[in-house]
């Protein structure tokens, strides 16, 4: 299981340096929730409008996973960065990381973690899936991972996420909610364990072809956070931004930023319930 020193370890092991800083601007990590080539095309448009409207240079770039995206807030290399709930109170207990903004889906700021199987594997139950593979989106995902697996723990299928290696066939992290539900789609694993709007990202034809098995607690939204020492008024100017995204004439461009319906203000208290999940499968003390 990753518990706070592995953690550590993944994120400097796998941290992409930004091609460019902004020397007088904002730089932004990106999290690779989706094809990362299709990623890097929404960024270059998502940022391009950003300095239009703030005034100043934003970059952006694409890291590896959630915890290289916490290790770039930590060491400078990023200014904000669009992360989930797990993520986010990991940052926020290691470097004092700011939440400013949390995603709206279907009129909600929360969604759920799901498990997935195609229709025709004969997969009825989460107990039919002891010996088979299963992928995950990342280790340090609440949605992509420590949701879904707690969905057999609550099952009493596995003890704890650290159990669960002898429970399954085998278990892959994939690098991706689309990357996840491509893999069980395509009959490479049996099932993913992602996001309740995963399946949105595979083709029509590949969603006519899988139902969800399991479906977990509801979860506070992904967050856009700022490492702490970010300046004030920038901070505020993107924040104010970004919530112009709601109106009518900007919102063709969420499609850029992993197609939330809009964004509010973000509030600490309602990640409570993530602290406390993540206390208990080690990752806050």
Avoid at 22 to 34: C, D, H, S, V
Avoid at 135 to 143: G, I, L, M, T, Y
């Amino acid at each position: 299981m990753l518990n706070r020193r592995t953690f550590l370890a993944a994120a400097s092991a796998s941290f992409v340096l930004p091609a460019l800083a902004a020397e007088e601007g904002l730089t932004l990590a990106f999290i690779p929730q989706e094809n990362p080539e299709k990623l890097l095309g929404d960024i270059k448009v998502i940022t391009g409008w950003l300095s239009e409207q703030m005034g100043v240079p934003v970059t952006g770039f694409v890291t590896f996973d959630h915890a290289a995206a916490v290790e770039a807030l930590r060491n400078g290399d990023a200014d904000i960065s669009f992360m989930g709930a797990l993520p986010f109170v990991l940052a926020e207990d290691q470097l004092g990381a700011v939440p400013l903004l949390s995603e709206v889906y279907r009129g909600q700021p929360s969604y759920s973690g799901r498990v997935f199987v195609r229709k025709d594997s004969g997969i009825e139950t989460l107990a039919d899936l002891k010996g088979r593979d299963i992928a995950f989106a990342d280790p340090v995902s609440e949605s992509g991972y420590i949701y879904p697996m707690d969905l057999f723990v609550r099952e009493g299928l596995i003890a704890d996420a650290a159990d669960a290696d002898s429970f399954f066939g085998r278990k892959f992290f994939a690098g991706g909610y689309q990357q996840a539900m491509q893999a069980m789609a395509n009959g490479l694993v049996d099932a993913a364990g992602a996001s309740q709007y995963a399946d949105l990202l595979l083709t029509p034809d590949q969603q006519s072809e899988i139902k969800v098995l399991a479906e977990s607690e509801q979860i506070p939204s992904h967050a856009v956070i700022a490492r702490p020492g970010l300046e004030g008024g920038l901070r505020v100017r993107f924040t104010e931004v970004m919530l112009s995204l709601n109106n009518p004439e900007n919102r063709y461009l969420l499609a850029y930023l992993y197609g939330p319906d809009g964004y509010i203000a973000a509030d600490p208290e309602v990640y409570e319930g993530v602290r406390e999940t993540a206390r208990r499968y080690g990752f806050l003390k």
